[in-house]
């Protein structure tokens, strides 16, 4: 017979792998893995300029999630850069997802922008998208295998302008860590009453 103990302890478990993968257990990054990734960005032909921003995020990390927040305006004709954008999205989140990055808000442009300062050169967008990553360092390593890559040219070649900068969350409502505890927790009590 099972017990609710072996119920919850199960759930405890998967809920516990499940946090492992998705919030990570390395913590921030050090001063050594910084400068290494800056090694290996500066070897890829990165500009001095994105080099700057790399070492400052990079050197800020407080172990958090974070979300990259885009802007994109596709080339026309748009459907032929649409399949474009597509086919770079599918290799790129094949490797966001195996470190518990996923897209976090998709949507598409329906005017021009209603609010507009100091921004006249920023408009025309066709979608927007909110990405999560795990941690800084997911982003590194990510980026090592992005920049001048096969798929990475189908993103340049289908894009117009982007628009994309980092940002952390001080309110969210609906993460998956809270998500996934609510739909374990339902389970469990759904298997104590049916086994029990």
Known sequence: M???????????????VFWAWYVGLKGKLSETEVEHY???????????????????????DDGREWFMINLLELKS???????LLQSYSKTFMAG??????HPFFVANAKAKNI????????????????????????????????????????????????FAFPATTSLLIGSPRVLVAMGLALIAALCQILFL
């Not at 941690?135 to 302008?161: C, I, M, N, P, Q």
């Open 38 to 60: 800056l090694q290996r960005f500066e070897a890829l032909g990165l500009s001095t300029e994105q080099l700057v921003i790399l070492r400052h995020f990079l050197a800020k």
């Open 115 to 162: 609010e507009n300062l100091h921004c006249e050169q920023a408009d025309n967008w066709t979608s927007t998208g909110i990405v999560r990553y795990r941690s800084r360092r997911d982003l590194a390593e990510v980026l090592l295998v992005t920049f001048g890559s096969d798929h990475h040219a189908e993103k340049l070649a289908s894009l117009e302008k982007t």
């Open 77 to 83: 004709p748009k459907r032929e850069s649409a399949k």
């Open 96 to 101: 966001m997802f195996k470190r518990a990055g």
């Open 2 to 16: 099972i017990t609710a103990t072996i119920i919850w302890s199960a759930v405890a478990l998967i809920y516990a």
